[in-house]
Nanobody, 114 residues
Framework: VQLQASGGGLVQAGGSLRLSCAAS????????MAWYRQSPGKQREWVAG???????NYADSVKGRFTISRDNAKNTVYLQMDSLKPEDTAVYYC?????????WGQGTLVTVSS
C-alpha cells in the first residue's frame, strides 16, 4: 500500500490550500482516513479524521477552518484548509487504517507566511 500526498505549498496568511492523499495497492477496505502535521521541533499532532461512515472530527486548533473529506471510490482523502495562519506551517501527513494496520504518506509541506 502506498499513499501519495500532494497540494502543499507557500501561501499567505488568510489564504487557502487543498491537500490530497491517494492510496494505492492492495487495499481491501479503508476504515479511518486522517491528517496529521508536524512543525519543526514539535511532535506530530492529529489534525482531522473521517470514518468510513462519514463522521469527521477536528483538532480544536483547526475547527471551523479545515474540512476533511474522502472519496471512497478513489481511496482518496482531502483536507481543505481555509483562513490559514502562520502557526499552521508544518509538514502534513495522511494516514489510513484498513481495519488491520495504519499506513502513512510521505508528507507535504505547507508554509504560511505572515
Amino acid at each position: 500500500v502506498q499513499l501519495q500526498a500532494s497540494g502543499g505549498g507557500l501561501v499567505q496568511a488568510g489564504g487557502s490550500l487543498r491537500l490530497s492523499c491517494a492510496a494505492s495497492g492492495s487495499i481491501s477496505s479503508i476504515n479511518v482516513m486522517a491528517w496529521y502535521r508536524q512543525s519543526p521541533g514539535k511532535q506530530r499532532e492529529w489534525v482531522a479524521g473521517m470514518t468510513s461512515g462519514g463522521s469527521s472530527n477536528y483538532a480544536d486548533s483547526v475547527k471551523g477552518r479545515f474540512t476533511i473529506s474522502r472519496d471512497n471510490a478513489k481511496n482518496t482523502v482531502y483536507l481543505q484548509m481555509d483562513s490559514l495562519k502562520p502557526e499552521d506551517t508544518a509538514v502534513y501527513y495522511c494516514k489510513i487504517n484498513n481495519w488491520r494496520r495504519d499506513y502513512w504518506g510521505q508528507g507535504t509541506l505547507v508554509t504560511v507566511s505572515s
